[in-house]
């Protein structure tokens, strides 16, 4: 399995612009996360999907964010319109809701609003 | 709802020694505590975990301890290697790895040969 994908890899946008962030989860997992990674507030959760079904959003900053899981194998994390201090390491999560209770993380997606 | 602090923020071994961070938690019905290592440039990823029905995990060189009536828990790391170096984050969650994780702040660790 190739892991969690998410893509862009790096985004570089100016303020006001819509940004779209990606992700593909290992295949069988049913817990999707989005998180939040900047210097000043370290790791954070923006809101978790299971069987495609948001069950918590209390993390998401604003109205600006919204997040979509359309199907089980694909995600959208929308930002719009983008301002500089939504520039940020998002990473993307997924769980098999089984086992063991391990939160594999995609390999991020650098946001820069210039 | 949970805040978890952990500390250092900063931590220099020498090669070979041990090292401790501690993390405590504001909510005691948390009840599942993992550890996460994240290198630079690149993804976290879980290194041990431990619940709170269990006082003390190991896995060769890792061990976490959690201590449920002072509601803190702790990462040791023995013999340690140059390529223990990175940042350790602590989290805590109110329902198992699949719920929300409240992450610690996080401590580099440096490891120097």
């Known amino acids: 399995d190739a892991g969690v994908i998410q893509s862009p890899r790096h985004e570089v946008t100016e303020m006001g612009q819509e940004v779209t962030l990606r992700c593909k989860p290992i295949?069988?997992?049913?817990?999707l996360f989005w998180y939040r990674q900047t210097m000043m507030r370290g790791l954070e959760l923006l809101i978790y999907?299971?069987?495609?079904?948001?069950?918590?959003d209390s993390g998401m900053p604003e109205d600006r964010f919204s997040a979509k899981m359309p199907n089980a194998s694909f995600s959208t994390l929308k930002i719009q319109p983008s301002e500089p201090r939504d520039s940020a390491v998002y990473f993307c999560?997924?769980?098999?809701?089984?086992?063991?209770?391990?939160?594999?993380f995609g390999p991020g997606t650098r946001l820069t609003v210039l | 709802g949970e805040n978890v602090e952990q500390h250092p923020s900063t931590l220099s071994v020498q090669e070979g020694d041990s090292a401790v961070i501690k993390c405590t938690y504001s909510d005691s019905a948390s009840n599942y505590f993992p550890w996460y290592k994240q290198e630079l440039g690149k993804r976290p990823q879980l290194i041990i975990d431990?619940?709170?029905?269990?006082g003390e995990k190991k896995d060769q060189r890792i061990a976490v301890t959690l201590n449920k009536t002072a509601k803190h828990f702790s990462l040791h790391i023995t013999e340690t290697q140059p390529e223990d170096s990175a940042v350790y984050f602590c989290?805590?969650?109110?329902?198992?790895?699949?719920?929300?994780?409240?992450f610690g702040a996080g401590t580099r660790l440096a490891v120097h040969p």
């Open positions: 295949s069988g997992h049913d817990y």
């Open positions: 431990i619940r709170s029905n269990v």
């Open positions: 999560a997924t769980g098999s809701g089984t086992g063991r209770d391990e939160q594999f």
């Open positions: 999907f299971n069987n495609n079904v948001p069950i918590d």
């Open positions: 989290a805590a969650s109110l329902s198992g790895g699949y719920n929300k994780l409240i």
